[in-house]
């Protein structure tokens, strides 16, 4: 409708494959500004080689591979907010990581030879899986040529 300047629309869609809907929609001018927005910022980012930030750890890896010389630089407050942050939960996930192991532990020597513990909302289950045997294999692993590629995740160190 934003290109044709039409007032109004129509999409149509088979439901279950036999049932046609129709739905008609009316222009909207707060939703055509938004993506004239979204359009405009795209083509400013292609010309000004702009990426949009990385939405996950490998997506960032892939947009910044890395040197082999180290750059580095000063955080500000912000960034430095967000690594003490990062340092205080990997903190409290090693904490909750013991924790756990050490509940699993007592759990399954008070289970002892039991697989399955009922307590009031719980049930818990020890399962017992069968490993088919399988017969020696000699595995070929390919040459991989020496290259510089950045880890997932960050190695945090207090000074």
Excluded at 107 to 116: D, K, L, Q, R
Aim: proline letters at 4%.
């Amino acid at each position: 409708m934003l290109c044709t300047g039409a007032q109004w629309g129509v999409i149509a869609t088979l439901y279950q494959g036999v049932e046609l809907y129709l739905y008609v929609y009316k222009a909207d001018a707060a939703m055509q500004d938004q993506i004239i927005k979204a359009v405009s910022d795209f083509e400013r980012r292609l010309e000004s080689e702009e990426y949009y930030p990385a939405l996950s750890p490998a997506e960032a890896v892939q947009m910044h591979p890395g040197q082999e010389e180290p750059i580095e630089i000063e955080a500000d407050s912000d960034l430095q907010q967000k690594i003490e942050q990062l340092a205080h939960l990997r903190t409290e996930l090693k904490a909750y990581e013991a924790l756990v192991a050490d509940l699993q532990l007592d759990i399954m020597n008070a289970m002892g030879e039991a697989n399955v513990c009922n307590a009031e909302r719980y049930r818990v289950t020890w399962p017992v899986r069968r490993v088919k045997a399988k017969p020696a294999q000699v595995k070929e692993v390919p040459a991989v040529e020496e290259h510089w590629a950045r880890a997932k995740t960050l190695k945090l160190e207090e000074l």
